[in-house]
């Protein structure tokens, strides 16, 4: 077995280790969380996927210690500083990650359901936890974070106390398919399968990790949603893309005179259907479509809506996609412009990590262009406070949204 330890200055941890080429340290050096597979100029020999590694300079100084994945980006890092990857260290991150959060108002009666970790944002890359009521959800999206999980879930236990009741690991589609983990979506702790509901802003809900996509629910359109809640007040508002409804239940709360939401899934049309139910019962204001976006937006006649949210789902999940998905932005843009009331508002968003939000901005005015209407910008809009980016990882913002005025 090759080992080059013995080579290094200040070798004091137990892990293998990775060696960069020279000068490949430097984005490390300014704390980027990533290490590119072409940065690395040796390693140990027997390195297990989703092992903690040590990483070197190409002179010998420690400068990280990650976790080591097969693929284009070969370590996320866990530390600038050496030390173990122990209980202690979860504690430590887990506990700064809640600090957070509380000091910035996100735990209460009213507001019970947050992210707790959003990856490097937090210094974990590759590790999201969504907190709702007593349940957290883990996914993990790398070998590392799904190796580590038992060690993350007594952390979580540890950090939240008792009011944490279950434990929900959900990575089956996250996690790279080729590291074949075979790995199951499952209760680490608690197991209580009756839907529990969660608030958001005083605004209930029922979050469905088990059925529902990604985590359950999309906590991180909150502030988006109560920001719309106070535009919403006699308009009638078409909540395209509705998913759980969140957007729905805050323009009904906002006074809205009609509020319609569409949703290609007929799953979540009956779980918006629900959530605004437990709102406001039997309130006739709200009805909940099964269609398709472009067929829906292309049968309403112009002028049937003055408020209109287009959350879609990543159109681009790589930059492959990009330019289709730039087409796709415009395109959708350019009917709500087409369709809307005069005075009418268009919340329009994407949570495609790898559109910036400038090429966004640039869709959504070449759609306004087409449309041949007045728009002018009231917000802009990006993601939630328990959503931070890292400063040193700015592919870390990924939500953007505009807030428009169309005459
Ligand atoms: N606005 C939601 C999140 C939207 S997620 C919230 O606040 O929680 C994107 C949603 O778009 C998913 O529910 C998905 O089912 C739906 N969707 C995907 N393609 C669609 C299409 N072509 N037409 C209508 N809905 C679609």
Redesign the pocket.
């Known amino acids: 077995m090759y080992h080059f330890n013995s080579l290094l200055k200040h070798h004091n941890m137990n892990y293998k280790i990775i060696k960069l080429k020279p000068k490949k340290e430097e984005s490390l050096r300014r704390f980027h969380p990533w290490i590119f597979s072409g940065a690395v100029q040796q390693k140990d020999n027997d390195l297990t996927e989703g092992e903690v590694v040590s990483v070197y300079t190409a002179s010998n100084e420690f400068i990280a210690v990650g976790h080591y994945q097969i693929g284009s980006i070969e370590v996320r890092v866990l530390s600038f500083e050496e030390e173990e990857i122990n209980p202690d260290f979860w504690k430590k991150r887990l506990n700064s990650a809640l600090e957070l959060r509380k000091s910035i108002g996100l735990l209460s009666a009213d507001n019970n359901s947050y992210r707790l970790v959003h990856g490097e944002g937090d210094g974990l890359p590759g590790l999201i936890i969504d907190i709702y009521a007593e349940t957290a959800v883990i996914q993990s999206h790398s070998v590392g974070m799904h190796e580590s999980r038992m060690m993350i879930c007594d952390a979580l236990k540890a950090v939240m106390g008792t009011t944490l009741k279950n434990i929900y690991y959900k990575s089956e589609t996250t996690l790279p398919y080729k590291a074949n983990l075979g790995a199951e979506n499952e209760y680490l702790f608690g197991g209580k399968d009756v839907a529990e509901i969660a608030s958001e802003n005083g605004l209930k809900f029922y979050p469905d990790w088990v059925k529902g996509?990604k985590t359950g629910?999309?906590v991180d359109?909150r502030d988006n949603?109560a920001l719309l809640e106070r535009y919403a007040k006699d308009r009638s508002v078409l909540?395209?893309?509705?998913?759980?409804g969140?957007?729905s239940f805050y323009a009904m709360r906002g006074n809205a005179k009609v509020v319609h939401s569409?949703?290609?899934?007929s799953k979540?049309v009956m779980l918006t259907n629900k959530n605004v139910e437990i709102n406001f019962p039997d309130d006739k204001r709200h009805e909940a479509f099964a269609?398709?976006?472009?067929k829906y937006l292309g049968n309403i006649n112009k002028g049937d809506y003055d408020l209109i949210?287009l959350?879609?789902?990543a159109f681009a999940k790589h930059r492959g996609a990009i330019k289709n998905a730039l087409q796709g932005y415009k395109r959708l843009n350019a009917v709500a412009f087409d369709k809307i009331a005069p005075g009418g508002i268009v919340f329009t968003f994407s949570c495609s990590q790898v559109i910036t939000k400038e090429a966004f901005r640039l869709a959504v005015f070449s759609a306004a262009a087409m449309s041949g209407r007045k728009v002018r910008i009231l917000h802009q809009l990006s993601q939630p406070a328990d959503h931070p980016i890292n400063i040193y990882h700015p592919e870390g913002e990924y939500l953007k949204g505009l807030v428009l005025y169309v005459e």
């Open positions: 996509q629910f999309f359109q949603r909540n395209m893309f509705c998913y759980t969140g957007f569409v949703d290609s899934s979540a269609e398709d976006a472009f949210i959350d879609p789902p």
